[in-house]
């Protein structure tokens, strides 16, 4: 991972190292007890109202459920998430179970965001990577899992050792990888007197 642009050092680790890896170790296993501690994570993260509005299609390298998640991928994902050692499938429930077309909440995207992010740093502490990603047929996932009207297919979320040796990755990935890592500065996102001026912070 690069570190010319690496965040603040005040951030923790597990905030401060994160990285959504494409180069995963198709040799490594995710096994139950490292899965139900990752779910158990999102499990107990916030929601609005204690809603957990949030659901997750498990699908694990070399089961049928990944063979079916994996034909759905887009061309530009094709070359990097089969390797990871689990896929999941995020869902947000949308609407209500009788009437699909009713909202169930104003902020259950928001709260499976929430989840989701939970997740992504108890990977980090468990020595994991994750990488999220929205390239796949969502349609076609619905139908192949049979998600109900009321539920929204949202993301897949990778989950796998990254490669220690990335030296023989495939050179598109291996460039992509080693990008610097750039974000936003204060001052284009976080306001004060009113949006779009900038809070002075010392």
Do not use: C
Not at 49 to 76: I, M
Not at 131 to 159: L, M, N, R, S, Y
Request: hydrophobic share 40%; no cysteine.
């Amino acid at each position: 991972m690069p570190d010319d642009t690496a965040p603040a050092p005040a951030l923790h680790p597990f905030l401060r190292d994160r990285w959504s890896t494409r180069l995963f170790d198709a040799n490594h296993r995710l096994d139950d007890g490292a899965l139900a501690q990752l779910l158990e994570a999102a499990r107990w993260s916030p929601s609005a109202g204690n809603s957990q509005p949030w659901a997750f299609l498990v699908t694990r390298r070399g089961d049928a459920a990944h063979r079916r998640f994996v034909a759905t991928l887009s061309r530009g994902n094709t070359s990097w998430v089969p390797a990871a050692s689990a896929v999941l499938v995020s869902a947000y429930r949308a609407g209500d179970d009788e009437d699909p077309s009713l909202t169930y909440s104003d902020y259950a995207a928001y709260d499976l965001g929430q989840s989701v992010a939970h997740l992504t740093v108890q990977a980090q502490s468990m020595g994991l990577h994750v990488h999220q990603f929205a390239g796949f047929d969502h349609d076609a996932v619905t139908e192949a899992f049979a998600v109900p009207p009321a539920w929204k297919v949202t993301t897949g979320i990778a989950i796998g050792r990254r490669l220690d040796d990335i030296s023989g990755a495939d050179p598109s990935l291996r460039e992509r990888e080693e990008r610097p890592r750039v974000r936003k500065e204060f001052a284009e996102f976080v306001f004060g007197e009113r949006f779009g001026e900038p809070v002075v912070l010392d």
